[in-house]
């Protein structure tokens, strides 16, 4: 995720672009820059840090123009710094652009512009769009655009600036970019909230469409140079709104993203039936796996000790890194390490790679954050690119890490020789579309909530895979809707939980099909012979657990190495929307931050 504005007209324009940027703020804030064309030349300012940062910066006093553009910038290639700050130039600066989403294939590209004399000196995939316009230009931005556009491989929403003509090229594939229709002047930006107080005409641009955006006039066209008709939209909604997606919380929005922050950490990481990482850490000699985090992406490492183990076959623990750190573990120098964190700045797991390093292991960070202290100080790593997460409650980030640790036990299986079963990576394809299916659950799963909501005690139960499923499913509730709430692997109830069963409990089960379906029924027996209350997780309505549950949560089939992120989603909801019906504060519970730095 990136924040891109765009404006043309006679308005003040530095104000107009900076304020944009701040609306556009929840989509990044790691850098952010703007270029505005002033007297012929393209005059650009770019800035470490958030928007804020970029606002204090003296010589932006002294631009002014007709056409300009922004960027709020979401690092996914490249460190957040000045030079990776968008916007992104030409060698001779006579071409800008912003640029939101992922080249997949910058790299080729770029070699081919290097060998050709481009000097490109960011580590962005962005900057070589700017350069091969240059490349293509030959006194018609338009085509050279289009031209361009027909080379690249990715996600991208798209705005240039040349220091020619007081005109922006966008151009859409995969992120969102929408058009301001306003009187003698025309907006442009990823989303409506910074347009929509100067006018409410809004052009939704479709993926493979250009525009030409005068302050007089649009033109749509699509990528062979076609006009496209396109509504025009008269929007009503309030700024709040806007951010949050009409979502009422960030939690909600952030739950909804799924599908696409999944199909994000998947994509151009899997070729031709191979997973492709660039990894630089000989496998081969590691003998051992120590997965280390905290808190919800400490379950997610324990979903990935399962994964390891059964595609790549090599010994894994987990611990929990605040434990990690203070116990003077056993680490040896053939040992990996990995540290799983959203921020990347989470004290006990940055204390606990360092304690592993200080050992001789070798490190590498799943992380969500591009450019922080856990991803900087790791051997080697594998983002996320699940874009920024607001809600304090864990939601998208624990999908991905799943999703990114599936790729990477595969791809450990894969360096030691193992064929990668087509069936996985039919099921890792479809994945988003079965997450689809979770979310038309959430009213049904309001229902639930509405009948529950006034508990006290929650118990969640799963095995194998889906115990770590179970404590996350019981983290996301008890942090949000401050009821108490305990997961437990299912069979481990005989041993204590199961005293506390009465009337009055409810149980989670996640009862999905898999290797010991039969036992987990055996278990939602002894619950109901106590009169628990049950809400079952299932695939289907079978009478079995019919008879026995109170409430069935049904949730698409998969394969059982990815049901946890079919799972957990259904169990998100369910801790959202008891906490919502309870009128507590979803995005900002109690006690919590969403980063803890500190120990
Ligand atoms: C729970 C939650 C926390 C974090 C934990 C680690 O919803 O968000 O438990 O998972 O604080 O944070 P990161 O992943 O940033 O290291």
């Given at each position: 995720m990136c924040g891109i504005i765009g404006y043309v007209g006679d308005k003040k324009i530095v104000p107009l672009l900076i304020e944009g940027l701040k609306k556009l703020e929840y989509r990044g804030y790691d850098s952010a820059g703007i270029c505005v064309l002033d007297g012929g030349m393209l005059k650009s300012i770019k800035d470490k840090g958030r928007i804020s940062e970029l606002e204090k910066e003296e010589p932006l006093k002294w631009i002014s123009g007709n056409a300009g553009i922004a960027h709020t910038r979401w690092a996914t290639h490249g460190k957040p710094d000045e030079i990776n700050a968008h916007p992104h130039f030409d060698c001779k600066k006579e071409i800008a652009i912003v640029h939101n989403g992922i080249i997949e294939n910058y790299q080729s590209l770029k070699k081919l512009l290097i060998k050709e004399g481009h000097m490109i000196s960011s580590e962005t995939d962005s900057e070589i769009i700017a350069h091969l316009i240059e490349k293509f230009y030959e006194g018609d931005l338009e085509e050279a655009v289009t031209r361009v556009l027909k080379l690249l491989e990715g996600t991208y929403g798209l705005a240039v600036l040349s220091n020619k003509e007081e005109k922006i090229i966008v151009a859409k594939k995969g992120s969102p970019l929408v058009i301001g229709v306003g009187d003698g002047e025309m907006f442009i930006a990823s989303d409506i909230s910074p347009i929509i107080e100067h006018t409410n005409k809004i052009i939704y641009l479709s993926d493979g469409e250009v525009g030409i955006i005068t302050k007089d006039r649009y033109i749509i066209k699509n990528i062979d140079g076609n006009g496209v008709d396109k509504k025009v939209h008269e929007v009503k909604w309030s700024i709040d709104q806007i951010e949050k997606g009409n979502f009422k919380h960030f939690m909600l929005k952030e739950i909804f993203e799924q599908p696409e922050v999944i199909r994000n950490t998947f994509r151009g990481r899997i070729k031709d039936g191979k997973i492709k990482l660039s990894l630089n850490i000989d496998f081969k000699k590691i003998k051992r796996i120590i997965l280390t985090a905290c808190g919800t992406s400490w379950h997610s490492a324990v979903i990935g000790k399962y994964l390891i183990e059964e595609y790549a076959k090599i010994p894994c623990e987990v611990d929990y890194a605040s434990e990690f750190r203070y116990r003077n573990p056993m680490v040896n120098t053939d040992d990996l390490l990995i540290a799983i964190s959203q921020s990347g700045e989470t004290a006990d797991t940055i204390a606990a790679l360092k304690e592993a390093k200080g050992k001789g292991a070798k490190t590498l960070g799943i992380v969500n954050v591009v450019g922080s202290t856990i991803s900087r100080e790791v051997d080697s790593g594998i983002y996320l690119h699940a874009g920024p997460e607001t809600g304090v409650a864990s939601t998208k980030a624990f999908t991905s890490q799943i999703a990114a640790l599936t790729l990477f036990s595969l791809y450990l299986g894969q360096e030691s020789g193992m064929d990668i079963d087509n069936e996985i990576l039919k099921e890792m394809e479809i994945i988003p579309e079965k997450i689809e299916k979770v979310l038309e659950n959430s009213e049904r799963i309001r229902n639930i909530a509405s009948r529950f909501k006034d508990k006290n005690n929650f118990l969640y139960f799963g095995r194998g895979i889906n115990f770590p499923v179970a404590l996350e499913g019981a983290l996301k509730l008890k942090e949000i809707s401050y009821i108490h709430a305990e997961g437990y692997?299912?069979?481990?109830?005989?041993?204590?939980?199961?005293?506390?069963?009465?009337?009055n409990m409810p149980i989670v089960f996640l009862?999905?099909?898999?290797?010991i379906s039969s036992k987990i029924l055996s278990n939602i027996e002894e619950v109901y012979a106590r009169d628990g209350k049950i809400i079952s997780v299932v695939n289907e309505k079978t009478p079995e657990v019919e008879k026995f549950s109170e409430e069935l949560i049904i949730v698409p089939e998969t394969i059982e190495e990815l049901s946890p992120i079919i799972n957990v989603i259904s169990l998100q909801l369910l801790a959202y929307h008891i906490a919502d019906l309870k009128g507590l504060d979803v995005d900002k519970p109690r006690n919590l931050a969403k980063s803890v730095t500190v120990e």
């Open positions: 692997p299912a069979a481990e109830m005989k041993h204590g939980p199961i005293a506390l069963i009465d009337k009862a999905t099909k898999s290797s």
